[in-house]
């Protein structure tokens, strides 16, 4: 078993300000949100990064787009627009190593990011 903060939230151990939940993902408030929206949308099962991606996985990385998708929409950023993202290890900024797609809205995002 791996000791990891995500899963904790998923199975409960750990509180987070949860906001969806479907058999295969989660998705919650980020703790230290850098945008007046910023979601976390989690698989279930515990992947460590986008590097272990397997075949069979084409279809929940899909997933979570789509209900990172219905989340904005929910929030009312469709129209206006927001960014999803993944952070793959340490150059890219990674700290939580359970893969999660990150929701930013809210406010005008530049282009490139940090
Ligand atoms: P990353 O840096 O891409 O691995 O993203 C990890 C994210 O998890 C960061 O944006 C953190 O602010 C967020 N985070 C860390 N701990 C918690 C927590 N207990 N609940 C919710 N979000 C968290
Ligand atoms: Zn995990």
Known sequence: MVDCLFCKIRDGAIPARLIFEDDQAIAFHDLHPQ???HLLV??????ATL???ALEDEALV???HR???QLAREAGHAEA?????????RG?????WHLHLHLLAGR???WPPG
């Open 42 to 47: 989690v698989p279930r099962r515990h992947i």
């Open 67 to 69: 209900v990172a998708a």
């Open 92 to 96: 890219a900024g990674q700290t939580v």
């Open 51 to 53: 590097n272990e991606l």
């Open 81 to 89: 627009g927001y960014r999803t993202l993944f952070n793959c290890n």
């Open 35 to 37: 945008a007046p929206l």
């Open 62 to 64: 899909g997933h979570l």
């Open 108 to 110: 005008d995002l530049t």
